[in-house]
């Protein structure tokens, strides 16, 4: 069914309150509302009702044992659904909230498993972002807030890329300008009093962690090596371009030799490249991508998505990307790009 789709600018929470008051009437009365963070756009629901939130299934076409984080506007939030709060996640929250990371926690009955995906867990997360927080105050109730994309697609980072997938889908679309990071936030669980968990690698980084937790591990099937994510989602093939992808992660000549190498054996198809200024000087400028200069993480992070769905309008066969090593951000960085490259990645 065809939603009517309103499309709010808004800068400032002060002068804009009367379109974030009617946002948070919308998420109350059931409905869907997109929204601006610092990661990527979500697509937000009451997070205590069951059935705006198979609503957001629908909307997204996910599948629904695929559970969605509620966002919260601050660490009140966290009681009103979990069902403890450890010293450890208290820190946690403490130090990086608002901020690019979602906390994993034993949940309230009052959650529905439509939220849940089923599950005895609550992911929760509360967004550096003034416009999102105001959204999220206005709605006065948990909302359910995973990426705004149709499921396979890239998330979105702006509220133009979010509309592509999501006008007619939901009630009212926030537009709060770009998103400063890029990739979705950090998901952790605490393991033990001092173990943190990295359930999908994002904005707060393995160390930054190492500054709180005594420890902290991987998720083992993140490396593709064995067992179930433990972040359900992690096991879909995300962020898929419609064209193949290779990314070539190395210095800058031996990632410029490889993608010569690649156009020689490729002749005849068409290929898009997405890389950094310094490679594109060596590379036709058509169907080229350059997400910002060579080694810097937060450029390539804050231009990743946008650079992928750059191939739904230049249509490619192939398309060559010049990744990142993977310390600090590059670990969200690299597992993103491998999975929108089905895991072709080539280390020079
Ligand atoms: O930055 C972000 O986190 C963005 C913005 C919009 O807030 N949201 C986001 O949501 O990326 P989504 O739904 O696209 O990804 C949520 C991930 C999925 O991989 C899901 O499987 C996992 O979180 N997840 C949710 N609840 C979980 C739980 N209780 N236990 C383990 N993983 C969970
Ligand atoms: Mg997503």
Known sequence: MMKKTKIVRITDVERDRESLNEAGRIIRAGGLVVFPTETVYG???NGLDGDACRSIYTAKGRPSDNP?????????GVMQVARELPP????????FW????????PRRPNVPDAATGGLDTVALRCPDHAVARAFLRSAGVPVAGPSANLSGRPSPTTAAEAAHDMEGRVDMIIDGGPCHIG????????????????????????AMLGEVAERVLVDTALSGTAGVPKAPGMKYRHYAPAAAMIVYVGSGEAVAAAIAAQRRETAGKRIGYLVSSETAAVLPQENCYIWGNRGDKAALANQLYGGLLFFDS??????LAEGVDEDGLGAAIMNRMGKAAGGHVVVL
Request: proline residues 9%; hydrophobic residues 45%.
């Open 68 to 76: 969605l984080i509620l966002t919260v506007p601050d660490k009140k």
């Open 88 to 95: 450890l996640a208290e820190a946690l929250l403490d130090r």
């Open 98 to 105: 608002p901020g690019p990371l979602t906390v994993i926690f």
């Open 43 to 45: 697509i937000g629901a």
């Open 314 to 319: 230049h249509p490619v066969d192939l398309i």
């Open 183 to 206: 990739v979705e936030s950090t998901i952790v669980e605490c393991t033990d009093e001092r173990t943190v968990t990295i359930l999908r690698p994002g904005g707060v980084t393995a």
